[in-house]
């Protein structure tokens, strides 16, 4: 499956944005998804994730309450809605695919490695 992230850009910090990930090569049902984003000088690090139905979600604390995670496997779309935003928001936000097989109730990984493909990133600049 081929990932391509976009929606990034510059804002203000108390802005919005909204981040998409488009699928093609495959459908995307029957893969559990997260963004992940490394900030200048950082590691990349987990920001949100979500099972194969969307049925569970998973957040790291920095962006709970701001940021929601959603998909439409219809549409072979992963989206992340970033609201409140901060400086320390800023960072290159990369979507990823696990592919979990028949393993339905496979856990959702907060790992780098857990994920078997990778979007090419969008640049987040929230602005002071």
């Known amino acids: 499956v081929q990932l391509q992230a976009s929606g990034g850009g510059l804002v203000q910090a108390g802005g919005s944005l909204r981040l998409s990930c488009a699928a093609s090569?495959?459908?995307?049902?029957?893969?559990?998804m997260a963004w992940f984003r490394q900030a200048p000088g950082k590691e990349r690090e987990f920001v949100a994730g979500?099972?194969?139905?969307?049925?569970?979600?998973y957040y790291t604390d920095s962006v709970k309450g701001r940021f929601t995670i959603s998909r439409d496997n219809a549409k072979n779309t992963m989206y992340l809605q970033m609201s409140s935003l901060k400086p320390e928001d800023t960072a290159v936000y990369y979507c990823?695919?696990?592919?979990?097989?028949?393993?339905?109730?496979?856990?959702?990984?907060?790992?780098?490695?857990?994920?078997?493909?990778w979007g090419q990133g969008t640049l987040v600049t929230v602005s002071s």
């Open positions: 990823a695919a696990d592919d979990i097989g028949p393993f339905a109730y496979a856990v959702v990984g907060v790992k780098e490695e857990k994920y078997d493909y």
């Open positions: 090569g495959r459908t995307i049902s029957s893969y559990h």
């Open positions: 979500i099972s194969w139905s969307g049925g569970r979600t």
